[in-house]
Protein backbone atom coordinates (compact mmCIF):
# COMPACT_ATOMS: atom_id res chain seq x y z
CA UNK A 1 0.00 0.00 0.00
CA UNK A 2 1.43 3.58 -0.65
CA UNK A 3 0.89 6.34 0.80
CA UNK A 4 -1.66 8.17 -1.40
CA UNK A 5 -3.72 5.36 -1.06
CA UNK A 6 -3.21 4.79 3.48
CA UNK A 7 -4.37 8.65 3.22
CA UNK A 8 -7.54 7.79 1.35
CA UNK A 9 -8.71 5.08 3.49
CA UNK A 10 -7.84 7.57 6.34
CA UNK A 11 -10.35 9.71 5.08
CA UNK A 12 -12.76 6.96 3.95
CA UNK A 13 -12.75 5.72 7.55
CA UNK A 14 -12.32 8.65 9.25
CA UNK A 15 -9.82 7.19 11.97
CA UNK A 16 -6.07 6.73 12.20
CA UNK A 17 -6.19 4.16 14.65
CA UNK A 18 -3.70 0.77 14.45
CA UNK A 19 -5.38 -2.02 16.16
CA UNK A 20 -2.24 -4.23 17.89
CA UNK A 21 -2.35 -7.70 18.63
CA UNK A 22 -0.58 -8.43 21.18
CA UNK A 23 -2.57 -11.13 21.56
CA UNK A 24 -1.79 -13.33 24.60
CA UNK A 25 -2.52 -16.60 25.38
CA UNK A 26 -3.17 -15.69 28.98
CA UNK A 27 -5.54 -12.96 28.21
CA UNK A 28 -7.63 -13.96 25.71
CA UNK A 29 -11.29 -14.94 27.25
CA UNK A 30 -11.00 -18.47 28.41
CA UNK A 31 -14.08 -20.07 26.45
CA UNK A 32 -11.73 -19.88 23.23
CA UNK A 33 -9.14 -21.84 24.42
CA UNK A 34 -11.30 -25.25 23.16
CA UNK A 35 -10.81 -23.52 19.30
CA UNK A 36 -8.37 -25.50 17.63
CA UNK A 37 -6.36 -22.38 17.21
CA UNK A 38 -7.20 -19.80 19.93
CA UNK A 39 -5.04 -17.27 19.08
CA UNK A 40 -6.70 -16.78 15.77
CA UNK A 41 -10.10 -17.44 16.61
CA UNK A 42 -9.40 -14.40 19.06
CA UNK A 43 -8.22 -12.29 16.10
CA UNK A 44 -10.61 -13.14 13.70
CA UNK A 45 -13.29 -12.40 16.34
CA UNK A 46 -11.06 -8.94 16.76
CA UNK A 47 -10.54 -8.57 13.23
CA UNK A 48 -14.13 -8.59 12.33
CA UNK A 49 -15.67 -6.10 14.83
CA UNK A 50 -12.81 -3.24 14.65
CA UNK A 51 -12.32 -3.34 11.34
CA UNK A 52 -14.77 -0.53 10.67
CA UNK A 53 -13.16 1.85 13.14
CA UNK A 54 -9.62 1.17 12.13
CA UNK A 55 -6.98 1.80 9.12
CA UNK A 56 -3.89 -0.30 10.12
CA UNK A 57 -3.48 -3.86 12.22
CA UNK A 58 -0.12 -4.25 14.31
CA UNK A 59 0.65 -8.09 14.87
CA UNK A 60 3.47 -8.18 17.42
CA UNK A 61 5.92 -11.32 16.29
CA UNK A 62 7.21 -11.59 20.47
CA UNK A 63 3.67 -12.90 21.04
CA UNK A 64 3.58 -15.33 18.60
CA UNK A 65 7.16 -16.44 18.84
CA UNK A 66 6.63 -16.88 22.35
CA UNK A 67 4.65 -19.97 21.16
CA UNK A 68 6.65 -21.38 19.10
CA UNK A 69 5.54 -23.10 15.67
CA UNK A 70 1.64 -23.08 17.03
CA UNK A 71 1.70 -19.61 17.03
CA UNK A 72 3.90 -18.13 13.87
CA UNK A 73 0.81 -20.00 12.31
CA UNK A 74 -1.62 -18.18 14.25
CA UNK A 75 0.24 -15.10 12.79
CA UNK A 76 0.23 -15.92 9.41
CA UNK A 77 -3.05 -17.18 9.74
CA UNK A 78 -3.68 -13.61 10.70
CA UNK A 79 -2.31 -11.86 7.88
CA UNK A 80 -3.53 -13.75 5.34
CA UNK A 81 -7.01 -13.67 6.82
CA UNK A 82 -6.47 -10.12 6.90
CA UNK A 83 -5.19 -9.59 3.37
CA UNK A 84 -8.04 -12.10 1.82
CA UNK A 85 -10.75 -9.81 3.73
CA UNK A 86 -10.22 -6.53 4.47
CA UNK A 87 -7.10 -5.57 1.90
CA UNK A 88 -7.76 -1.89 2.62
CA UNK A 89 -6.16 -2.75 6.11
CA UNK A 90 -2.42 -1.46 6.16
CA UNK A 91 -0.46 -4.46 7.79
CA UNK A 92 2.58 -3.86 10.21
CA UNK A 93 4.82 -6.83 11.70
CA UNK A 94 5.91 -5.19 14.74
CA UNK A 95 9.27 -6.97 15.22
CA UNK A 96 11.94 -4.50 15.56
CA UNK A 97 14.53 -5.92 13.69
CA UNK A 98 17.71 -5.24 12.17
CA UNK A 99 20.72 -6.76 11.69
CA UNK A 100 23.93 -6.95 9.02
CA UNK A 101 22.70 -6.64 5.47
CA UNK A 102 22.75 -10.32 4.30
CA UNK A 103 20.85 -11.17 7.53
CA UNK A 104 18.35 -7.91 6.91
CA UNK A 105 17.84 -8.85 3.55
CA UNK A 106 16.72 -12.92 4.94
CA UNK A 107 14.09 -11.07 7.40
CA UNK A 108 12.76 -8.73 4.96
CA UNK A 109 12.24 -11.49 2.49
CA UNK A 110 10.39 -13.08 5.56
CA UNK A 111 8.02 -10.42 5.84
CA UNK A 112 8.17 -9.15 2.59
CA UNK A 113 8.15 -12.20 -0.27
CA UNK A 114 6.49 -14.78 2.58
CA UNK A 115 4.30 -13.22 4.91
CA UNK A 116 3.68 -9.92 2.43
CA UNK A 117 2.83 -7.61 5.28
CA UNK A 118 3.18 -3.77 4.03
CA UNK A 119 5.24 -2.33 6.89
CA UNK A 120 7.71 -4.01 9.29
CA UNK A 121 9.72 -2.06 12.32
CA UNK A 122 13.05 -2.21 12.46
CA UNK A 123 15.81 -0.45 15.07
CA UNK A 124 18.19 1.78 13.96
CA UNK A 125 21.47 1.31 16.31
CA UNK A 126 23.36 -0.89 13.38
CA UNK A 127 22.33 1.76 10.83
CA UNK A 128 21.80 1.81 7.27
CA UNK A 129 22.78 -1.61 6.18
CA UNK A 130 20.42 -3.21 8.33
CA UNK A 131 17.66 -1.12 7.03
CA UNK A 132 18.09 -1.07 2.92
CA UNK A 133 17.42 -4.03 2.38
CA UNK A 134 13.76 -4.01 3.73
CA UNK A 135 13.45 -1.73 0.77
CA UNK A 136 14.15 -3.20 -1.85
CA UNK A 137 10.54 -3.94 -2.08
CA UNK A 138 7.89 -1.55 -4.06
CA UNK A 139 5.35 -0.41 -1.91
CA UNK A 140 7.66 -2.04 1.22
CA UNK A 141 7.69 0.14 4.64
CA UNK A 142 10.13 0.90 7.50
CA UNK A 143 9.06 2.05 10.39
CA UNK A 144 12.40 3.07 12.13
CA UNK A 145 11.99 3.37 15.88
CA UNK A 146 12.69 6.87 16.94
CA UNK A 147 11.52 7.94 20.09
CA UNK A 148 9.67 4.66 22.39
CA UNK A 149 6.84 5.02 24.42
CA UNK A 150 9.01 3.21 27.16
CA UNK A 151 11.01 4.32 30.38
CA UNK A 152 14.19 3.26 28.87
CA UNK A 153 13.88 5.81 25.69
CA UNK A 154 15.49 8.15 28.15
CA UNK A 155 18.88 5.62 28.69
CA UNK A 156 20.07 6.34 25.32
CA UNK A 157 18.04 8.32 22.57
CA UNK A 158 18.34 11.94 24.40
CA UNK A 159 21.76 11.35 24.63
CA UNK A 160 23.40 15.09 23.03
CA UNK A 161 25.90 14.83 20.56
CA UNK A 162 28.58 17.85 20.58
CA UNK A 163 25.55 19.67 18.37
CA UNK A 164 23.26 19.05 20.64
CA UNK A 165 21.84 16.63 18.82
CA UNK A 166 19.90 14.15 20.23
CA UNK A 167 19.93 10.61 19.24
CA UNK A 168 16.69 10.01 17.92
CA UNK A 169 16.71 13.21 15.85
CA UNK A 170 20.00 12.09 14.42
CA UNK A 171 18.09 8.47 13.30
CA UNK A 172 15.61 11.02 12.17
CA UNK A 173 18.14 12.98 9.92
CA UNK A 174 20.44 10.90 8.69
CA UNK A 175 17.81 7.95 8.09
CA UNK A 176 15.66 10.42 5.25
CA UNK A 177 19.17 9.84 3.56
CA UNK A 178 17.90 6.27 3.22
CA UNK A 179 14.22 6.69 1.98
CA UNK A 180 11.67 8.85 1.05
CA UNK A 181 8.57 9.42 3.35
CA UNK A 182 7.15 7.09 0.99
CA UNK A 183 9.27 4.02 2.35
CA UNK A 184 9.42 5.18 5.64
CA UNK A 185 7.73 5.84 9.04
CA UNK A 186 8.81 6.49 12.53
CA UNK A 187 7.91 4.90 15.93
CA UNK A 188 7.20 7.57 18.37
CA UNK A 189 5.83 6.80 21.74
CA UNK A 190 2.29 8.74 22.46
CA UNK A 191 4.23 9.25 26.13
CA UNK A 192 5.87 11.79 25.07
CA UNK A 193 3.52 14.54 23.84
CA UNK A 194 5.21 18.11 23.13
CA UNK A 195 7.97 15.77 21.73
CA UNK A 196 6.00 15.91 18.67
CA UNK A 197 6.78 19.36 17.75
CA UNK A 198 10.26 18.44 18.14
CA UNK A 199 9.91 15.31 15.49
CA UNK A 200 7.69 17.40 13.38
CA UNK A 201 10.86 19.34 12.87
CA UNK A 202 12.96 17.16 11.04
CA UNK A 203 10.19 14.97 9.68
CA UNK A 204 7.09 17.18 8.59
CA UNK A 205 5.54 14.59 5.95
CA UNK A 206 6.49 11.18 7.31
CA UNK A 207 3.98 9.24 9.03
CA UNK A 208 4.63 8.27 12.32
CA UNK A 209 3.26 4.98 14.17
CA UNK A 210 2.74 6.19 17.93
CA UNK A 211 2.42 3.40 20.58
CA UNK A 212 1.64 4.26 24.07
CA UNK A 213 -1.97 5.66 23.94
CA UNK A 214 -4.16 3.87 26.15
CA UNK A 215 -2.58 1.19 28.73
CA UNK A 216 0.69 3.13 28.45
CA UNK A 217 -1.15 6.40 29.40
CA UNK A 218 -0.07 8.49 26.07
CA UNK A 219 -3.04 11.25 25.42
CA UNK A 220 -4.42 10.61 22.02
CA UNK A 221 -5.60 14.38 22.27
CA UNK A 222 -1.95 15.38 22.28
CA UNK A 223 -0.48 13.33 19.70
CA UNK A 224 -3.29 15.12 17.44
CA UNK A 225 -2.35 18.08 18.83
CA UNK A 226 1.17 18.46 18.04
CA UNK A 227 1.69 15.48 15.54
CA UNK A 228 -0.73 15.87 12.94
CA UNK A 229 0.42 17.12 9.34
CA UNK A 230 -2.15 17.95 6.57
CA UNK A 231 -2.56 14.23 5.44
CA UNK A 232 -2.49 13.30 8.82
CA UNK A 233 0.82 11.48 8.98
CA UNK A 234 -0.31 9.44 12.41
CA UNK A 235 -1.13 6.08 12.92
CA UNK A 236 -2.04 5.80 16.57
CA UNK A 237 -2.01 2.19 17.84
CA UNK A 238 -3.60 0.62 20.86
CA UNK A 239 -3.68 -2.78 21.77
CA UNK A 240 -4.39 -3.88 25.30
CA UNK A 241 -7.26 -0.74 25.77
CA UNK A 242 -9.15 -2.64 22.70
CA UNK A 243 -8.66 -5.76 22.43
CA UNK A 244 -8.44 -6.81 26.27
CA UNK A 245 -11.51 -4.80 26.88
CA UNK A 246 -13.07 -7.41 28.15
CA UNK A 247 -13.01 -11.51 28.42
CA UNK A 248 -16.17 -12.11 28.53
CA UNK A 249 -17.99 -14.52 25.62
CA UNK A 250 -18.67 -10.89 24.49
CA UNK A 251 -15.11 -9.62 23.94
CA UNK A 252 -15.70 -8.87 20.51
CA UNK A 253 -18.41 -6.17 20.68
CA UNK A 254 -16.64 -4.61 23.48
CA UNK A 255 -13.78 -4.51 21.80
CA UNK A 256 -15.77 -3.13 18.69
CA UNK A 257 -17.08 -0.69 21.29
CA UNK A 258 -13.84 0.76 22.45
CA UNK A 259 -12.22 0.93 19.14
CA UNK A 260 -15.27 2.95 18.10
CA UNK A 261 -14.58 5.46 20.72
CA UNK A 262 -10.98 6.01 19.68
CA UNK A 263 -12.29 6.36 16.17
CA UNK A 264 -14.91 9.02 16.87
CA UNK A 265 -12.28 11.10 19.06
CA UNK A 266 -9.85 10.74 16.05
CA UNK A 267 -12.82 11.95 13.34
CA UNK A 268 -12.89 15.22 15.33
CA UNK A 269 -9.05 15.99 14.97
CA UNK A 270 -9.40 15.07 11.64
CA UNK A 271 -12.14 17.29 11.07
CA UNK A 272 -10.68 19.87 12.81
CA UNK A 273 -7.60 19.88 11.00
CA UNK A 274 -9.83 20.21 7.68
CA UNK A 275 -8.71 16.78 6.65
CA UNK A 276 -12.59 15.17 6.29
CA UNK A 277 -15.59 16.82 5.71
CA UNK A 278 -18.78 17.11 8.32
CA UNK B 1 25.18 -22.93 31.20
CA UNK B 2 27.09 -20.21 33.78
CA UNK B 3 30.06 -18.09 33.13
CA UNK B 4 32.67 -20.42 35.04
CA UNK B 5 31.62 -23.75 32.82
CA UNK B 6 32.13 -21.69 29.82
CA UNK B 7 35.42 -20.93 30.33
CA UNK B 8 36.15 -24.42 31.43
CA UNK B 9 34.76 -25.41 28.17
CA UNK B 10 37.13 -23.63 26.22
CA UNK B 11 40.00 -24.88 28.37
CA UNK B 12 39.10 -28.28 27.59
CA UNK B 13 38.26 -27.71 23.93
CA UNK B 14 41.45 -25.37 23.65
CA UNK B 15 38.96 -23.06 21.42
CA UNK B 16 36.60 -20.02 21.78
CA UNK B 17 35.08 -20.76 18.62
CA UNK B 18 31.56 -20.23 18.12
CA UNK B 19 30.14 -21.55 14.84
CA UNK B 20 27.14 -19.43 13.13
CA UNK B 21 24.30 -21.79 11.73
CA UNK B 22 23.08 -19.31 9.17
CA UNK B 23 21.82 -21.62 7.44
CA UNK B 24 20.73 -20.43 3.92
CA UNK B 25 18.43 -23.27 2.28
CA UNK B 26 19.59 -21.28 -1.01
CA UNK B 27 23.14 -21.91 -0.33
CA UNK B 28 23.25 -25.70 1.16
CA UNK B 29 24.43 -28.27 -0.88
CA UNK B 30 22.04 -29.53 -3.28
CA UNK B 31 21.91 -32.95 -2.34
CA UNK B 32 20.20 -32.46 0.19
CA UNK B 33 17.25 -30.77 -0.78
CA UNK B 34 15.60 -34.09 -1.42
CA UNK B 35 15.58 -34.44 2.44
CA UNK B 36 12.34 -34.08 4.24
CA UNK B 37 13.89 -31.14 6.26
CA UNK B 38 16.84 -29.79 4.52
CA UNK B 39 18.05 -26.98 7.10
CA UNK B 40 17.84 -29.09 9.79
CA UNK B 41 19.95 -31.93 7.55
CA UNK B 42 22.59 -29.56 7.25
CA UNK B 43 22.93 -27.97 10.89
CA UNK B 44 22.95 -32.00 12.22
CA UNK B 45 25.93 -32.60 9.86
CA UNK B 46 27.58 -29.18 10.24
CA UNK B 47 27.22 -30.01 14.18
CA UNK B 48 28.25 -33.42 14.15
CA UNK B 49 31.73 -32.56 12.04
CA UNK B 50 32.34 -29.23 13.82
CA UNK B 51 31.54 -29.98 17.47
CA UNK B 52 35.21 -30.80 18.24
CA UNK B 53 36.77 -27.87 17.62
CA UNK B 54 33.97 -25.00 18.99
CA UNK B 55 32.53 -24.17 22.53
CA UNK B 56 29.05 -22.52 21.04
CA UNK B 57 26.82 -22.78 17.97
CA UNK B 58 24.31 -19.37 16.98
CA UNK B 59 21.97 -20.02 14.99
CA UNK B 60 20.60 -16.84 13.24
CA UNK B 61 16.76 -16.51 13.38
CA UNK B 62 16.39 -14.51 9.98
CA UNK B 63 17.48 -17.41 8.29
CA UNK B 64 14.61 -19.87 9.61
CA UNK B 65 12.10 -17.62 10.16
CA UNK B 66 12.64 -16.26 6.44
CA UNK B 67 11.48 -19.71 5.75
CA UNK B 68 8.03 -19.18 7.63
CA UNK B 69 6.82 -22.04 9.78
CA UNK B 70 9.20 -24.86 8.57
CA UNK B 71 12.06 -22.22 9.19
CA UNK B 72 11.23 -22.03 12.54
CA UNK B 73 10.80 -26.01 13.20
CA UNK B 74 14.05 -26.29 11.71
CA UNK B 75 15.59 -23.89 14.49
CA UNK B 76 13.55 -25.66 17.25
CA UNK B 77 15.02 -29.16 16.10
CA UNK B 78 18.41 -27.80 15.99
CA UNK B 79 18.32 -26.30 19.74
CA UNK B 80 17.14 -29.60 21.01
CA UNK B 81 19.54 -31.81 18.78
CA UNK B 82 21.96 -29.55 20.34
CA UNK B 83 21.27 -30.06 23.70
CA UNK B 84 20.14 -33.63 23.54
CA UNK B 85 23.96 -34.66 21.51
CA UNK B 86 26.15 -31.88 23.20
CA UNK B 87 25.08 -30.46 26.22
CA UNK B 88 28.16 -28.50 26.63
CA UNK B 89 27.50 -25.94 23.86
CA UNK B 90 26.83 -23.22 24.45
CA UNK B 91 23.30 -21.97 22.66
CA UNK B 92 23.13 -18.66 21.63
CA UNK B 93 19.83 -17.30 19.83
CA UNK B 94 21.27 -14.32 17.24
CA UNK B 95 17.57 -12.47 17.24
CA UNK B 96 18.55 -8.59 18.18
CA UNK B 97 15.34 -8.45 20.04
CA UNK B 98 14.46 -5.36 22.04
CA UNK B 99 11.15 -3.94 22.67
CA UNK B 100 8.96 -2.24 25.70
CA UNK B 101 8.55 -4.87 28.29
CA UNK B 102 5.70 -6.54 28.31
CA UNK B 103 7.28 -7.52 24.66
CA UNK B 104 10.79 -8.32 25.94
CA UNK B 105 9.08 -10.95 28.56
CA UNK B 106 7.30 -12.17 25.49
CA UNK B 107 10.63 -12.89 23.50
CA UNK B 108 12.21 -13.96 26.81
CA UNK B 109 9.53 -16.57 27.40
CA UNK B 110 10.14 -17.64 23.77
CA UNK B 111 14.03 -18.29 23.89
CA UNK B 112 14.44 -19.30 27.24
CA UNK B 113 11.41 -20.94 28.68
CA UNK B 114 10.50 -22.68 25.18
CA UNK B 115 13.37 -22.83 23.29
CA UNK B 116 15.35 -23.23 26.39
CA UNK B 117 18.84 -21.47 24.78
CA UNK B 118 21.82 -20.12 27.04
CA UNK B 119 21.65 -16.26 25.10
CA UNK B 120 19.95 -14.18 22.78
CA UNK B 121 21.21 -11.55 21.40
CA UNK B 122 19.58 -8.01 21.89
CA UNK B 123 19.43 -4.18 20.61
CA UNK B 124 19.90 -2.01 23.27
CA UNK B 125 18.44 1.28 21.89
CA UNK B 126 14.96 0.87 23.91
CA UNK B 127 16.93 0.89 26.58
CA UNK B 128 16.56 -1.01 30.33
CA UNK B 129 13.14 -2.13 30.37
CA UNK B 130 13.84 -3.34 26.91
CA UNK B 131 16.81 -5.65 27.96
CA UNK B 132 16.27 -6.78 31.73
CA UNK B 133 13.57 -9.07 31.47
CA UNK B 134 15.54 -11.66 29.21
CA UNK B 135 17.69 -11.78 33.30
CA UNK B 136 14.88 -12.94 35.04
CA UNK B 137 15.98 -16.37 33.93
CA UNK B 138 18.85 -18.48 36.33
CA UNK B 139 21.89 -18.85 34.05
CA UNK B 140 20.00 -17.24 31.01
CA UNK B 141 22.24 -14.27 28.75
CA UNK B 142 22.09 -11.33 27.17
CA UNK B 143 24.54 -10.52 24.02
CA UNK B 144 23.68 -6.98 24.14
CA UNK B 145 24.95 -4.93 20.76
CA UNK B 146 27.62 -2.60 21.92
CA UNK B 147 30.12 -2.25 18.43
CA UNK B 148 29.16 -4.04 15.43
CA UNK B 149 30.80 -5.46 12.63
CA UNK B 150 28.79 -3.60 9.40
CA UNK B 151 29.34 -0.59 7.75
CA UNK B 152 26.38 0.87 9.04
CA UNK B 153 28.29 0.63 12.79
CA UNK B 154 29.67 4.20 11.47
CA UNK B 155 26.18 5.95 11.67
CA UNK B 156 25.29 5.96 15.36
CA UNK B 157 27.65 3.89 17.29
CA UNK B 158 30.64 6.56 16.92
CA UNK B 159 28.37 9.48 17.93
CA UNK B 160 30.10 10.98 20.77
CA UNK B 161 28.29 13.10 23.64
CA UNK B 162 29.18 16.23 25.07
CA UNK B 163 31.94 14.64 27.21
CA UNK B 164 33.29 13.05 24.67
CA UNK B 165 31.68 9.46 25.31
CA UNK B 166 30.47 7.50 22.53
CA UNK B 167 27.21 5.55 21.79
CA UNK B 168 28.93 2.39 22.36
CA UNK B 169 30.76 3.70 25.44
CA UNK B 170 27.69 4.40 26.90
CA UNK B 171 25.85 1.22 26.22
CA UNK B 172 28.65 -0.69 27.99
CA UNK B 173 28.42 1.42 30.91
CA UNK B 174 24.76 2.01 31.81
CA UNK B 175 24.50 -1.60 30.98
CA UNK B 176 26.68 -2.54 33.53
CA UNK B 177 23.93 -1.11 36.21
CA UNK B 178 21.55 -3.65 34.93
CA UNK B 179 23.02 -7.15 35.12
CA UNK B 180 27.20 -8.65 35.83
CA UNK B 181 29.61 -10.21 33.62
CA UNK B 182 27.62 -13.38 34.74
CA UNK B 183 24.80 -13.00 32.94
CA UNK B 184 25.69 -9.92 29.95
CA UNK B 185 28.32 -10.16 27.56
CA UNK B 186 28.33 -7.49 24.52
CA UNK B 187 28.79 -8.02 20.94
CA UNK B 188 31.82 -6.33 19.49
CA UNK B 189 32.60 -7.08 15.67
CA UNK B 190 35.85 -8.49 14.62
CA UNK B 191 36.63 -5.56 11.96
CA UNK B 192 37.20 -3.04 14.49
CA UNK B 193 40.47 -4.55 15.63
CA UNK B 194 41.96 -2.24 17.50
CA UNK B 195 38.58 -0.87 19.25
CA UNK B 196 38.84 -4.16 21.98
CA UNK B 197 41.59 -2.07 23.71
CA UNK B 198 38.87 0.58 24.02
CA UNK B 199 35.91 -1.89 24.89
CA UNK B 200 38.23 -4.01 27.96
CA UNK B 201 38.57 -0.76 29.45
CA UNK B 202 34.72 -0.18 29.72
CA UNK B 203 34.24 -3.86 30.35
CA UNK B 204 37.16 -5.94 31.19
CA UNK B 205 35.90 -9.26 32.65
CA UNK B 206 32.58 -9.77 29.84
CA UNK B 207 32.79 -12.40 27.53
CA UNK B 208 32.52 -10.42 24.09
CA UNK B 209 30.97 -12.12 20.95
CA UNK B 210 33.08 -11.49 18.45
CA UNK B 211 31.17 -11.49 14.57
CA UNK B 212 33.03 -10.72 11.48
CA UNK B 213 35.87 -13.02 11.17
CA UNK B 214 36.22 -14.75 8.36
CA UNK B 215 33.80 -13.75 5.07
CA UNK B 216 33.26 -9.90 6.82
CA UNK B 217 37.30 -9.61 6.94
CA UNK B 218 38.10 -9.15 10.62
CA UNK B 219 41.38 -10.88 12.05
CA UNK B 220 41.14 -13.09 14.14
CA UNK B 221 44.89 -12.35 15.34
CA UNK B 222 44.00 -9.26 16.17
CA UNK B 223 41.16 -9.94 18.11
CA UNK B 224 43.00 -12.17 20.48
CA UNK B 225 45.81 -9.89 20.42
CA UNK B 226 43.56 -7.02 21.77
CA UNK B 227 40.79 -8.53 23.47
CA UNK B 228 40.99 -11.87 25.45
CA UNK B 229 41.22 -11.11 28.76
CA UNK B 230 42.56 -14.24 31.51
CA UNK B 231 39.35 -16.34 31.14
CA UNK B 232 39.76 -15.59 27.67
CA UNK B 233 36.57 -13.21 26.99
CA UNK B 234 35.88 -13.98 24.02
CA UNK B 235 33.46 -16.12 21.69
CA UNK B 236 34.58 -15.63 18.03
CA UNK B 237 32.04 -16.52 15.46
CA UNK B 238 32.80 -17.64 12.06
CA UNK B 239 29.32 -18.20 9.77
CA UNK B 240 29.83 -18.35 6.03
CA UNK B 241 34.04 -19.48 6.31
CA UNK B 242 33.20 -22.73 8.04
CA UNK B 243 29.78 -23.89 7.03
CA UNK B 244 29.62 -22.53 3.38
CA UNK B 245 33.61 -23.63 3.20
CA UNK B 246 32.60 -26.83 0.76
CA UNK B 247 28.71 -27.32 -1.40
CA UNK B 248 29.69 -31.12 -2.18
CA UNK B 249 28.47 -33.88 -0.55
CA UNK B 250 31.68 -33.46 1.40
CA UNK B 251 31.04 -30.34 2.70
CA UNK B 252 30.55 -31.52 6.29
CA UNK B 253 34.01 -32.54 6.11
CA UNK B 254 35.55 -29.61 4.50
CA UNK B 255 33.59 -27.36 7.42
CA UNK B 256 35.29 -29.59 10.22
CA UNK B 257 38.77 -28.94 8.69
CA UNK B 258 37.67 -25.23 8.14
CA UNK B 259 36.61 -24.76 12.13
CA UNK B 260 39.55 -27.08 12.99
CA UNK B 261 41.98 -24.79 11.58
CA UNK B 262 40.46 -21.84 13.84
CA UNK B 263 40.65 -23.90 16.55
CA UNK B 264 44.07 -24.28 16.01
CA UNK B 265 44.64 -20.99 15.63
CA UNK B 266 42.99 -20.04 18.56
CA UNK B 267 44.88 -22.82 20.86
CA UNK B 268 47.81 -20.43 20.39
CA UNK B 269 46.23 -17.93 21.48
CA UNK B 270 44.96 -19.47 24.83
CA UNK B 271 48.75 -20.83 24.96
CA UNK B 272 50.07 -17.66 24.73
CA UNK B 273 47.88 -15.87 27.31
CA UNK B 274 48.34 -18.89 29.67
CA UNK B 275 45.13 -20.02 29.42
CA UNK B 276 45.71 -23.42 28.39
CA UNK B 277 49.23 -25.64 28.79
CA UNK B 278 51.28 -26.94 25.79
Redesign the interface.
Given at each position: MNKQQLFENIQKKKSFLCVGL?T?IKKIPQHLLTEEDPIFAFNKAIIDSTAPYCVAYKP?L??Y?????PG??AF?KTVAYLKANYPDQFIIA?A?????????E??A??FF???KVDAVTV?????????KPFLIYPESWVIL?AL??????????F????NGVR?FE??LK?SQEWASDEQMMYVVGATQGKMFLEIRKHAPNHFLLV?GVGA?GGSLKEVAQYGMNDQCGLLVNSSRAIIYADNTPAFAEVAAVAAREVQEEMAIYLLEKGIIKA
Open positions: DDNAFESLGVLMEDKRGDIGNTSMYRSDYMAPYMGEDSVLTSNKGSQDFQTEDVLKVKPQ
